[in-house]
């Protein structure tokens, strides 16, 4: 019974009601496309199906990236990584913050959990540090930062969400675009950076290069779609099955980011990625996520076809 209830549309519907300063995005562009759906509405990529492919500007991408402060100041084999990402659909860059930066970030998050101005979620995450502390909200919100995010994702990027990690998440395989979805696809970019050295025993991340021009998996490909009042029954163990079965398909290769202290990695929002395991659980895996949306796109969550809650704290 309780399943059946948490399956009821409308009583996320109801909860957005209230929320209308954080989701009200979203009614602009479904004016634009001509979707009569309300700011507190569910949404998911069904809305979109028979809507016409979106027309690309075809921006010169090398030369945008090229004249970008951040560019200018990075190594070769850093501006060589953003250079392909869009046939490898990751970036990476080393040392982008600096030890005395990464050391503050870390002592920052310690002072936040010990003032209990943050929490541990259920999956031992802190989730929104940003809008507890200042240097986060800084460090996301780097304006040289962002003019880059903005030329991969061809929009407007703007950060949506941080998640804080003292162990690694050891998370299957997934692509983001199943959790965190947009309208235009792909107006997406997640941010991981070490806030320690990472190595085989302390979890580190994985991701499948090329894998996001595959096609985006999501509710209609593992029947969980639903139907007008009921989310669909299907559980994540069951996408999870899916994404891992296409890798096998694919062939794909993981690659282990064995990152130090300060690296900074970008992936494309349909790029395949998780967590190793965590084999030392007498080390910690700090890091922090940070994600971004195109402020121009449709921001929901598939899964739970619910708008995408968009905050402005700084």
Same mark, same amino acid.
């Given at each position: 019974?309780?399943?059946?209830?948490?399956?009821?549309?409308?009583?996320?519907?109801?909860?957005?009601?209230?929320?209308? &300063?954080?989701?009200?995005?979203?009614? &602009?562009?479904?004016?634009?496309?001509?979707?009569?759906?309300r700011y507190y509405s569910s949404v998911?990529?069904?809305?979109?199906?028979?809507?016409?492919?979106?027309?690309?500007?075809?921006?010169?991408?090398?030369?945008?990236?090229?004249?970008?402060?951040?560019?200018?100041?990075?190594?070769?084999?850093?501006?060589?990584?953003?250079?392909?990402?869009?046939?490898?659909?990751?970036?990476?860059?080393?040392?982008?913050?600096?030890?005395?930066?990464?050391?503050?970030?870390?002592?920052?998050?310690?002072?936040?959990?010990?003032?209990?101005? /943050?929490?541990?979620?259920?999956?031992?995450?802190?989730?929104?540090?940003?809008?507890?502390?200042?240097?986060?909200?800084?460090?996301?919100?780097?304006?040289?930062?962002?003019?880059?995010?903005?030329?991969?994702?061809?929009?407007?990027?703007?950060?949506?969400?941080?998640?804080?990690?003292?162990?690694?998440?050891?998370?299957?395989?997934?692509?983001?675009?199943?959790?965190?979805?947009?309208?235009?696809?792909?107006?997406?970019?997640? /941010?991981?950076?070490a806030l320690e050295d990472i190595t085989?025993?302390?979890?580190?991340l994985h991701y499948y290069p090329g894998?996001?021009? %595959?096609?985006?998996?999501?509710?209609?490909?593992?029947?969980?779609?639903?139907?007008?009042?009921?989310?669909?029954?299907?559980?994540?163990?069951?996408?999870?099955?899916?994404?891992?079965?296409?890798?096998? *398909?694919?062939?794909?290769?993981?690659?282990?980011?064995?990152? *130090?202290?300060?690296?900074?990695?970008?992936?494309?929002? @349909?790029?395949?990625?998780?967590?190793?395991?965590? %084999?030392?659980?007498?080390?910690?895996?700090?890091?922090? /996520?940070?994600?971004?949306?195109?402020?121009?796109?449709?921001?929901?969550?598939?899964?739970? *076809?619910?708008?995408?809650?968009?905050? @402005?704290?700084?």
């Amino acid at each position: 019974m309780l399943d059946t209830i948490r399956r009821i549309k409308g009583i996320y519907s109801i909860y957005n009601l209230f929320h209308k &300063r954080e989701l009200v995005h979203n009614e &602009r562009i479904y004016r634009k496309l001509g979707i009569h759906k309300r700011y507190y509405s569910s949404v998911s990529s069904r809305d979109f199906r028979n809507l016409p492919i979106p027309k690309s500007d075809s921006p010169d991408f090398e030369k945008q990236l090229k004249a970008s402060l951040l560019f200018s100041k990075l190594d070769t084999a850093a501006r060589d990584s953003l250079l392909d990402f869009p046939s490898q659909g990751f970036s990476v860059i080393r040392n982008y913050l600096s030890g005395g930066m990464v050391d503050a970030v870390n002592a920052e998050v310690e002072n936040l959990i010990i003032s209990k101005s /943050v929490r541990f979620n259920k999956a031992n995450k802190i989730m929104f540090g940003i809008h507890a502390s200042k240097l986060l909200w800084e460090i996301g919100n780097d304006e040289e930062l962002k003019q880059v995010l903005s030329i991969l994702m061809s929009g407007n990027a703007t950060l949506f969400q941080s998640i804080n990690f003292l162990m690694g998440s050891e998370q299957a395989t997934h692509s983001d675009s199943i959790h965190m979805t947009t309208y235009p696809e792909g107006g997406l970019l997640g /941010v991981w950076i070490a806030l320690e050295d990472i190595t085989d025993e302390n979890g580190p991340l994985h991701y499948y290069p090329g894998s996001h021009l %595959l096609p985006y998996y999501l509710n209609a490909d593992y029947e969980n779609e639903g139907n007008r009042f009921l989310l669909g029954n299907k559980s994540y163990a069951e996408y999870e099955e899916m994404i891992a079965e296409k890798i096998k *398909q694919k062939g794909l290769e993981k690659i282990k980011f064995l990152a *130090q202290k300060g690296d900074l990695l970008i992936w494309h929002a @349909n790029l395949f990625h998780g967590g190793e395991p965590h %084999l030392d659980k007498t080390k910690t895996r700090k890091s922090m /996520v940070l994600h971004y949306f195109n402020e121009d796109a449709i921001c929901y969550h598939e899964i739970t *076809q619910r708008p995408a809650l968009l905050k @402005n704290f700084g």
